[in-house]
């Protein structure tokens, strides 16, 4: 069974850091493009950065750019986003994703990231 588990959620005062992860499993990723989205209450699931298992590319929207930064460990199946200098508006649920060929074929169950002021 396929399975992206994200974890490392929580409660943060603004300038703070967080570390998500997503631990993947149930099938081989070298593939894939992971991704983190972010949906915040009354809005729509927005992109928030992307990475490929291999070559190590990567991709930011331009609101944490210089803030947040994706990155991987294969040997572990895990894709990390650190989250600095956080703001209150970074304040949303937070899904993995993976991707083949321009098409998401998992998501994760989210995990709830709060930034107070």
């Known amino acids: 069974q396929v399975q992206l588990a994200e974890s490392g959620g929580g409660l943060v005062q603004a300038g703070g850091s967080l570390r998500l992860s997503c631990a993947a499993s149930g099938r081989t990723f070298s593939s894939f493009t992971m991704q983190w989205f972010r949906q915040a209450p009354g809005k729509e699931r927005e992109f928030v950065a992307a990475i490929r298992w291999t070559g190590g590319f990567t991709i930011y929207t331009d609101s944490v750019k210089g803030r947040f930064t994706i990155s991987r460990d294969n040997a572990k199946n895990t894709v990390y986003l650190q989250m600095n200098s956080l703001k209150p508006e970074d304040t949303a649920v937070y899904y993995c994703?993976?991707?083949?060929?321009?098409?998401?074929?998992?998501w994760g169950q989210g995990t709830q990231v709060t930034v107070s002021s």
């Open positions: 994703a993976a991707s083949q060929y321009g098409n998401i074929e998992y």
